[in-house]
């Protein structure tokens, strides 16, 4: 279910939260709802596309729970849908549009990994709509407001589908080109937040301080899997990758004012980080 992974998920839905109560005073930032949501529908996506990949991890990682035989394929596809109907039907006891869009990132990641995943173009796209939705996700705490900022989510499908364009590379080695094209795609997604935190004109110092951060943690393993684009390289840096979308979050948090929330969020970084040394991130 990559446990690390499932945190950065977490991270996305309480962003969400702050976008979606940007013009309030407090709210109930422990509106656990959304996040078990955010838990079944991640936690779904992972566990079948591993099942999917069975025959491929077979020769590629051995490893793995599938292969090594301590899961069956069918058992994995069970747990699969299991976890992403559960994820489905919580949304939906929420307000029934973060049902639909809980539907429909549950609908994205069976297409990813069923087809997408094997398309160089379509799979980095569909794979940022999965991420794209899980923000909408956090918004949909309070719906009459997510047709305000749905178009946020750009940023995060923009920032994923880069991620998953490096992560193609992980086993066999990657292109300087492929790496170069992520990068000046993390530079836009970079501004795009500094932009959308000037325009909210709530905070803007805190998210800097963040986005810096999040700049180096990103760019320093990018930086050497394109001087040596190896496999090892590249793992890395789809690891950091999807780690840092925690900072992209808590950013999001403090440009929408929301301090606390930003440091909560923050919190889950060493959390994401420890469970990234027991259980595989990529």
């Known amino acids: 279910?990559?446990?690390?992974?499932?945190?950065?998920?977490?991270?996305?839905?309480?962003?969400?939260?702050?976008?979606?109560?940007?013009?309030?005073?407090?709210?109930?930032?422990?509106?656990?709802?959304?996040?078990?949501?955010?838990?079944?529908?991640?936690?779904?996506?992972?566990?079948?596309n591993d099942a999917f990949d069975a025959k491929l991890d077979a020769v590629e990682r051995p490893e793995r729970p599938i292969p090594s035989g301590k899961v069956s394929v069918n058992n994995a596809k069970v747990l699969g849908f299991l976890l992403l109907i559960a994820g489905c039907a919580i949304a939906w006891y929420n307000h029934s549009i973060s049902g639909l869009i809980a539907i429909s990132i549950a609908f994205l990641a069976v297409v990813y990994n069923v087809y997408g995943k094997n398309n160089s173009i379509i799979g980095p796209i569909n794979m940022g709509l999965c991420r794209g939705g899980n923000l909408l996700l956090g918004i949909s705490a309070n719906p009459e407001i997510i047709s305000n900022w749905a178009h946020l989510a750009i940023i995060s499908i923009v920032y994923v589908a880069a991620i998953t364009m490096v992560s193609r590379g992980e086993v066999n080695g990657g292109n300087s080109k492929t790496l170069y094209t992520a990068g000046l795609l993390y530079l836009v997604v970079i501004f795009a937040q500094v932009y959308v935190a000037y325009s909210a004109a709530q905070e803007l110092f805190a998210p800097l301080i963040l986005l810096f951060v999040f700049g180096f943690f990103i760019f320093k393993p990018l930086i050497k899997a394109i001087s040596d684009p190896i496999g090892p390289n590249i793992g890395k840096a789809v690891k950091a990758g999807v780690i840092a979308l925690i900072l992209m979050d808590a950013a999001w948090c403090m440009a929408f004012g929301y301090t606390t929330l930003g440091l909560i969020t923050i919190s889950l970084m060493p959390v994401s980080i420890f469970l990234s040394k027991y259980f595989a991130v990529t």
């Open 1 to 48: 279910m990559r446990p690390a992974n499932i945190v950065t998920a977490i991270a996305d839905v309480l962003a969400g939260y702050a976008i979606a109560f940007s013009h309030f005073r407090e709210f109930d930032i422990f509106n656990w709802t959304l996040i078990l949501a955010t838990i079944g529908l991640y936690g779904g996506g992972v566990v079948l």
